[in-house]
T-cell receptor, first 111, second 112 residues
Framework: NAGVTQTPKFQVLKTGQSMTLQCAQD?????MYWYRQDPGMGLRLIYY???????DKGEVPNGYNVSRLNKREFSLRLESAAPSQTSVYFC??????????FGQGTRLTVV | GQQVMQIPQYQHVQEGEDFTTYCNSS?????IQWYKQRPGGHPVFLIQ?????EVKKQKRLTFQFGEAKKNSSLHITATQTTDVGTYFC????????????FGKGTKLTVNP
C-alpha cells in the first residue's frame, strides 16, 4: 500500500546510546517532516525537508540530526539519547502544502 | 514558537452533544488544515480550507475559515463515540516556508 513507512515501531535506549529512525514514502512527495508528540504538547516539528538535498530546523531541533538521503527517505538520528527524548515520533510527507500523510509512529523510551 | 493556538485543550461531552474546537493565529494564514488522531493512532487529514469565510461540511463535521483568515473552527453536531480523539489544526505554510506547524490539539472524549 502507498504511504509512509517508519521503522522501528518501538525502541528502548539507554541514556547516551545513539539510534536512527528511518522513514520512507512512495508517493513522490517533495516535503518530509519529523515530529515528536508528548502528552499535552501536541505535535512539535523537529526538522523538515522541503526537497531532496535540503533540510531545515523546526521548533525543537536540539539533540537531533536528519538526513534526506533521496526523495523517498528522511532519517532522524539521536546521537546521544537523553530521557527528555522519550516520546512518540512521527514522520510525515506532503506535496505543495497539500495534505500530509503520516507514518504509524515510533514509540521511543530512553532510560 | 508555535503561532497556531488551539482551544480548548480538552473537551468531554455526553454522546449526542455538540462539540467545537477553535484555532487562532496571530498572523494571516494562506490556508489551514484539520487532522484527527484516534487514540494510539497517527494523525489523519480531514480537510483544507483556503478561502476567506469558507465553510465546508463532512457529514456531522462543519469547518469554517474566518473572514480575516486568522481563525478557524471545527464543529461536530451530535457527537458519537466514534468521534473520540484529538483534533489538530495545522498551518501548512508558516512564514511562507514549507513548514507544517500544528496547534496543540483538542482532545475530545465522549461519554456514551
Amino acid at each position: 500500500n502507498a504511504g509512509v513507512t517508519q521503522t522501528p515501531k518501538f525502541q528502548v535506549l539507554k541514556t547516551g546510546q545513539s539510534m536512527t529512525l528511518q522513514c520512507a514514502q512512495d508517493m513522490n512527495h517533495n516535503s518530509m517532516y519529523w515530529y515528536r508528540q508528548d502528552p499535552g504538547m501536541g505535535l512539535r516539528l523537529i526538522y523538515y525537508s522541503a526537497s531532496e538535498g535540503t533540510t531545515d530546523k523546526g521548533e525543537v531541533p536540539n539533540g537531533y540530526n536528519v538526513s534526506r538521503l533521496n526523495k523517498r527517505e528522511f532519517s532522524l538520528r539521536l546521537e546521544s539519547a537523553a530521557p527528555s527524548q522519550t516520546s512518540v515520533y512521527f514522520c510525515a510527507s506532503s506535496d505543495r502544502r497539500v495534505l500530509a500523510f503520516f507514518g504509524q509512529g515510533t514509540r521511543l523510551t530512553v532510560v | 514558537g508555535q503561532q497556531v493556538m488551539q482551544i480548548p485543550q480538552y473537551q468531554h461531552v455526553q454522546e449526542g452533544e455538540d462539540f467545537t474546537t477553535y484555532c487562532n493565529s496571530s498572523t494571516t494564514l494562506s490556508n489551514i488544515q484539520w487532522y484527527k488522531q484516534r487514540p494510539g493512532g497517527h494523525p489523519v487529514f480531514l480537510i483544507q480550507l483556503v478561502k476567506s469565510g469558507e465553510v465546508k461540511k463532512q457529514k456531522r463535521l462543519t469547518f469554517q475559515f474566518g473572514e480575516a483568515k486568522k481563525n478557524s473552527s471545527l464543529h461536530i453536531t451530535a457527537t458519537q463515540t466514534t468521534d473520540v480523539g484529538t483534533y489538530f489544526c495545522a498551518d501548512p505554510s508558516q512564514g511562507g516556508s514549507e513548514k507544517l506547524v500544528f496547534g496543540k490539539g483538542t482532545k475530545l472524549t465522549v461519554n456514551p
